[in-house]
C-alpha cells in the first residue's frame, strides 16, 4: 500500500505560479511511475504530466512549457511547478502512482494508488 498527500494548491491570478507537493508513505520502494492528474468540474480526469523511475517524462499539449514535473527521491515526494497559469487550469489536481511500468505515463487507468487531490483555481 502506497499514501498519498497533495498539497500546494490555491487561488491564483492568470499569469501566476504555484507549486504542487505529493509525499508518499507507505511501501514506497515498490512505487514505479508518477503522474499528475487534473479533473475540472464537470470534466473526466486527464494526465496532466507522468514521470517514471529513472526520471523519463511526458506532458499533456496543453501544459508543455509551463508545467514542470520532477521528483525528490530521498524526500519521497512528487512536485509540479505550474506557471504562466490560465483559467482552463482550474480543476483539482491529484497525484497517482504505480508499482508496475505503465503503458503511459498520462493514462489514469494505469495508475493504482490516488492521493485525494488539491483544488487550484486560476482567476482571469
Known amino acids: 500500500q502506497v499514501q498519498l498527500v497533495e498539497s500546494g494548491g490555491g487561488s491564483v491570478q492568470a499569469g501566476g505560479s504555484l507549486r504542487l507537493s505529493c509525499a508518499a508513505s507507505?511501501?514506497?520502494?515498490?512505487?514505479?511511475?508518477m503522474g499528475w492528474f487534473r479533473q475540472a468540474a464537470g470534466k473526466e480526469r486527464e494526465g496532466v504530466a507522468g514521470?517514471?523511475?529513472?526520471?523519463?517524462?511526458r506532458y499533456a499539449d496543453s501544459v508543455k512549457g509551463r508545467f514542470t514535473i520532477s521528483q525528490n527521491n530521498a524526500k519521497n515526494t512528487l512536485y509540479l511547478e505550474m506557471n504562466s497559469l490560465k483559467p482552463e487550469d482550474t480543476a483539482r489536481y491529484y497525484c497517482?502512482?504505480?508499482?508496475?511500468?505503465?503503458?503511459?505515463?498520462?493514462?489514469?487507468?494505469?495508475?493504482?494508488?490516488w492521493g485525494q487531490g488539491t483544488q487550484v483555481t486560476v482567476s482571469s
Open positions: 514521470i517514471n523511475r529513472v526520471g523519463g517524462t
Open positions: 507507505g511501501d514506497i520502494y515498490s512505487r514505479n511511475s
Open positions: 497517482a502512482t504505480t508499482t508496475s511500468i505503465v503503458p503511459s505515463l498520462l493514462e489514469p487507468t494505469s495508475y493504482k494508488y
